[in-house]
């Protein structure tokens, strides 16, 4: 498959920077050259981390975690935009472009930077997020528009299902238990995982994983209908 002339996508989303480059890369590659997405199924977990977010909007740092310097949650689910990223110096045609969960104002002036997370995943540790985190961060302190953030703590806010319980109305609910992963700062991860995916995003079209079932599923149907 050829490029097009231009990107249809210069804005790189934070999970690509987890998700799309822990498997094979070529869809991430159809997705910034031609805006064609692979669908996803995953039904519960936009209502489920929606809500975890409302759950902890105007909460006190160290009341969500008693790590956390001293803070307040101002703002959530916005938008955030960047520069042009660097790589070794030399400026790229490719930004990052995301919706954080969390922000929270801390006293100092600093912000402090939280991910939701339903899940039950042991992938949920701070080094498989770091990179997305880190691109959020990247975009608070160097944004496009607007005012620019030092971003002093970083973590995820994970809850995991824990059981179901019934109120004296009948009513259901899901119990869950929660914990609260620093992710460090590291700028020179960031940049190393940026270079691998815009040397994928600026190389030819990859190859398909050998893993994936979507493909086995496409090849087989096309196989068949041909
Ligand atoms: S194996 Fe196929 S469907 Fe799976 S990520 Fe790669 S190109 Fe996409």
Not at 32 to 38: D, G, H, L, P
Not at 124 to 136: K, M, R, T, V
């Amino acid at each position: 498959m050829k490029r097009p002339a231009l990107p249809a996508r210069e804005f790189i989303a934070p999970s690509d920077l987890t998700f799309g480059l822990s498997t094979c890369k070529r869809c991430l590659w159809i997705k910034y050259w031609y805006k064609v997405i692979m669908p996803g199924q995953f039904p519960l977990v936009k209502p489920l981390s929606q809500a975890q977010e409302e759950h902890f909007r105007r909460r006190s740092m160290p009341e969500i975690d008693p790590s956390l310097r001293p803070g307040v949650v101002k703002q959530w689910g916005q938008w955030v935009k960047s520069t042009y990223i660097e790589v070794d110096g030399i400026k790229t045609r490719w930004r990052i472009n995301g919706i954080y969960d969390l922000l929270a104002h801390n006293d100092d002036g600093t912000v402090g930077l939280i991910d939701c997370k339903v899940s039950d995943s042991d992938r949920d540790n701070g080094a498989f997020y770091s990179p997305q985190l880190e691109a959020y961060a990247f975009a608070l302190e160097n944004p496009l528009t607007g005012k620019a953030f030092t971003v002093a703590s970083m973590g995820l806010l994970v809850w995991r299902l824990n059981g179901v319980a019934q109120n004296v109305d009948g009513q259901f609910g899901f119990g869950v238990t929660q914990h609260y992963l620093p992710v460090e700062r590291d700028r020179v991860q960031f940049e190393n995982v940026m270079r691998d995916l815009i040397s994928v995003l600026e190389g030819e079209f990859p190859e398909s994983g050998l893993e994936c079932s979507t493909c086995t599923y496409l090849t087989q149907r096309l196989a068949l209908e041909s």
